[in-house]
T-cell receptor
Framework: NAGVTQTPKFRILKIGQSMTLQCTQDMNHNYMYWYRQDPGMGLKLIYYSVGAGITDKGEVPNGYNVSRSTTEDFPLRLELAAPSQTSVYFC??????????????????FGAGSRLTVL | GIQVEQSPPDLILQEGANSTLRCNFSDSVNNLQWFHQNPWGQLINLFYIPSGTKQNGRLSATTVATERYSLLYISSSQTTDSGVYFCAVGDPRGGYQKVTFGTGTKLQVIP
């Protein structure tokens, strides 16, 4: 059981370039998330998905796109990279346990993070 | 969206001391979790606690959902407790699966 796997771990982009951060989970979780964490700050939700084919915006979606064609994969696409997108990106997943109040299945499992620098 | 504030923002403790971290949220929640981010950036879930009290070793947590706050207690702190503690809540307007993180409490435990 690998859990949540993110690639790449580190990447340097030039302004205007594009790239995709990959996220894969092998726990058959329905829910997947992308967060960004700027230095010394908390985590901000970029996009989330409650199942294959279903995605929704979080707090800071501008400049990013996502897709969810399978249960396992939730890639995050950066178009026209800008210095403001320099951050550490975390992918997470959870399962829709019921009842919501008591089920520990709703616990978020995080990947190790991807550090992106835009110069 | 839901607002999540944590206090204090920074905390320095002598090894062996106890502490209480607080998380206030602006709306009703059915999904509340506490995380520890270690100095290497790894995020580890400590508790899933939308209501009630749970204990795990030196750590315990209490959520009073009706009053919109949660507390994380750390007893007999150790240097390995250092890092940032986050609470995260499910936004009812996102079906409770739109999980928003708080501002964090940075804890430093000194020997």
């Amino acid at each position: 059981n690998a859990g949540v796997t993110q690639t790449p771990k580190f990447r340097i982009l030039k302004i205007g370039q594009s790239m995709t951060l990959q996220c894969t989970q092998d726990m058959n979780h329905n829910y997947m998330y992308w967060y960004r964490q700027d230095p010394g700050m908390g985590l901000k939700l970029i996009y989330y998905s409650v199942g294959a084919g279903i995605t929704d915006k979080g707090e800071v979606p501008n400049g990013y796109n996502v897709s969810r064609s399978t249960t396992e994969d939730f890639p995050l696409r950066l178009e026209l990279a800008a210095p403001s997108q320099t951050s550490v990106y975390f992918c997470a997943s959870s399962s829709p346990g019921r009842p919501l109040r008591t089920s520990g299945a709703n616990v978020l499992t995080f990947g190790a993070g991807s550090r992106l620098t835009v110069l | 969206g839901i607002q999540v504030e944590q206090s204090p923002p920074d905390l320095i403790l002598q090894e062996g001391a106890n502490s209480t971290l607080r998380c206030n949220f602006s709306d009703s929640v059915n999904n509340l979790q506490w995380f520890h981010q270690n100095p290497w950036g790894q995020l580890i879930n400590l508790f899933y606690i939308p209501s009630g009290t749970k204990q795990n070793g030196r750590l315990s947590a209490t959520t009073v959902a009706t009053e919109r706050y949660s507390l994380l207690y750390i007893s007999s702190s150790q240097t390995t407790d250092s890092g940032v503690y986050f609470c995260a809540v499910g936004d009812p307007r996102g079906g409770y699966q739109k999980v928003t993180f708080g501002t964090g409490t940075k804890l430093q435990v000194i020997p």
